[in-house]
């Protein structure tokens, strides 16, 4: 069984989302200005869980069902 990562007290998990969500959205306007051509990304919930996963991940953050079941393990990011 994995082992949770623990987000350490003196930071807070809704700063670290808010902080990564903020990034996103920069990231995903300049995703639809050079990628798509200025046109309004229909699939943006699909953008934003990819690289919110991918962030997440390189932050060495992982999520995982509170009870620690492997449910989703096959996923990018569990």
Known sequence: METPVNIPNHTQPREILL????QAA???GIHEQEDLGGVYD???PEWYATHMARALAERGY???PA???REGADDELV
């Open 19 to 22: 902080d990564l969500l903020r």
């Open 26 to 28: 920069a990231a995903h």
């Open 42 to 44: 229909e699939a943006w």
């Open 62 to 64: 992982r999520l995982v």
């Open 67 to 69: 009870d620690g079941t």
